[in-house]
């Protein structure tokens, strides 16, 4: 049966190892900023449509959506005070206030995917803002999942991926080392779980262990990861 699968963030290594995974019969709708990346990356590909985001904003008919991958994410790692207001703001919408509006203008049918992060639950110094709007969305999902019973609302709560994502923080990865996740791994995970009733897809087992950890024992939680974490 074809579906039809929007994934924003479409140059993103997550994406395209999604892309690389899902069969040829699914009809892909791929969106990122840049259409000419897009292009690049998939023009040879027939069943593909790509999308800019603001392409995709401003079009008044998509056709019926069965599954939404939200998965553009941005995140700026440095103390709160070094923010400017301009990258406090563009952090909330990319990773917060387009992810709701794109699932309220296309109303995936079957299953909406929210590519959250494990900061919503476990964050840390230096990602004040980024973790802040990684955790409304992952809130919105919860609620929405109440809502809307009949849509399959699942996010996924990874730690450090190696991808794009870091390239200005290689550092960070050297210091966090095998707790790095694969851009493979986690596509492999969302691909698995397509149309499946899961709630969470939170890797690795090991910080989502943390975080379950800090919901009993913040304070402590509190201390350890300012004392013995503090990688960004």
């Given at each position: ?56 904003l401003n079009k008044e008919e998509v ?47 079957r299953q909406l995917v929210n590519i ?117």
């Open positions: 049966m074809t579906r039809t699968i929007v994934i924003t963030g479409a140059t993103g290594d997550i994406a395209q190892e999604i892309v690389k995974q899902l069969p040829d019969d699914d009809h892909l709708i791929l969106v990122s900023r840049r259409k000419e990346a897009l292009s690049e990356l998939y023009g040879y590909l027939t069943h593909v449509t790509l999308f800019t985001t603001d392409e995709l056709g019926p959506v069965d599954i939404l991958i939200n998965n553009a994410g941005f995140g700026i790692f440095k103390p709160l005070m070094s923010q400017t207001d301009a990258e406090v703001t563009e952090q909330f919408v990319i990773n917060t206030l387009l992810p709701i509006q794109l699932t309220r203008q296309l109303t995936p049918q959250v992060s494990i900061s919503g639950k476990l964050p840390t110094a230096k990602s004040s803002i980024y973790a802040a709007s990684k955790a409304a969305l992952l809130t919105f999902s919860d609620a929405l999942r109440m809502e809307n019973p009949a849509l399959i609302v699942t996010t996924v709560n990874t730690g450090p991926v190696r991808t794009k994502f870091h390239k200005e923080n290689q550092a960070y990865l050297a210091k966090v080392g095998r707790t790095a996740l694969s851009a493979e791994k986690v596509a492999t995970k969302i691909v698995q779980n397509l149309g499946k009733k899961r709630r969470e897809i939170n890797l690795p087992w090991t910080l989502s262990t943390a975080s379950r950890l800090r919901a009993l024992m913040p304070g402590l939680f509190d201390y350890l990861s300012t004392r013995f974490f503090n990688f960004k």
